[in-house]
C-alpha cells in the first residue's frame, strides 16, 4: 500500500486505472507492462500463454496464473524499449502469494525502484534486509518516497535527505531518492530520472557474464 500501482497507473494515462490498487492476497500477481502498437493482454501460467482483451479479465481468477502481461500501446513504455516494467506486490506483508509473486524476478537481472510511503518516513529494516538479499549489482536500486500530498513541502524534503543519508551508509553507494505522488505535476519527469540511472546493459551484462 505505499503508491507502487498508483504510480504507475498515472504513468499510463488511461481514462481507467489499469493496474488493482491496493491488492488483496487474493488479487496478488505481478503484472508486466510491455509496449506494443496492439493492444491486449496475456494470462501466462508456466510456458502458455492464454491472450484476452483487456475488459475479458475479470472472468479469469488470478491464482490460476504465475502472472500478466499487458502488452500497450503508451508513450511511456516506448521510450524503454530494454525495459519490461513490473507491478509487484509489497515485499513485507507476511503473505504467501505476494512472496510467490516476487520470486519469479529476484533471480533476474533487474532493476528496483523501491516505493516508500511518506508517511513512514525513514527506509526500514525490513526494507533494508530485503534489498539486501535481492540486491545483485551496485546500480540497480533507486527509490520513490511517494504520497508527498500528505505533507509540506518542507517535511518531505527532511524525509528525503533522511532516506538518502540511510541508503548512502546502508548499500555503500549513490542511490537516486526523489519525492513524488501520483498528484504531481512533475511526476512523469521524476520517475524518468530514476530509470535514466539504470544501464540496462550494464546489468544484463552482470547478469549473463561468467
Known amino acids: 500500500s505505499a503508491g507502487k500501482s498508483a504510480l504507475l497507473n498515472v504513468l499510463l494515462d488511461r481514462k481507467t486505472d489499469l493496474l488493482e490498487e491496493d491488492q488483496t492476497p487474493e488479487t496478488a500477481i505481478a503484472s508486466e507492462l510491455v509496449y506494443d502498437e496492439k493492444e491486449f493482454v496475456e494470462l501466462i501460467k508456466g510456458k502458455n500463454s492464454t491472450v484476452f482483451m483487456f475488459d475479458e479479465i475479470e472472468q479469469h481468477k488470478s491464482e490460476k496464473f504465475d502472472f ?11 521510450k524503454y524499449p530494454n525495459f519490461v516494467f513490473v507491478d509487484i506486490p509489497g515485499f513485507n506483508s507476511g503473505v504467501e502469494e ?4 516476487i520470486s519469479r524476478y529476484v533471480a533476474q537481472g533487474n532493476a528496483y525502484i523501491l516505493v516508500i510511503d511518506c508517511e513512514d518516513g525513514e527506509l526500514k529494516s525490513t526494507s533494508i534486509d530485503f534489498i539486501r538479499e535481492i540486491r545483485q549489482y551496485e546500480n540497480n536500486l533507486a527509490i520513490a518516497v511517494s504520497k508527498a500530498d500528505k505533507k509540506i513541502e518542507s517535511d518531505v524534503e527532511k524525509i528525503r535527505a533522511k532516506i538518502e543519508i540511510t541508503a548512502s551508509k546502508t548499500f555503500r553507494s549513490d542511490v537516486k531518492i526523489i519525492a513524488t505522488s501520483k498528484f504531481d505535476d512533475d511526476v512523469y519527469s521524476k520517475i524518468d530520472s530514476l530509470i535514466n540511472t539504470f544501464d540496462s546493459q550494464d546489468i544484463f551484462e552482470q547478469r549473463f557474464s561468467p
Open 98 to 101: 505476494h512472496d510467490k509473486a
Open 68 to 78: 500478466y502481461r499487458y502488452h500497450l500501446n503508451n508513450l511511456f513504455l516506448k
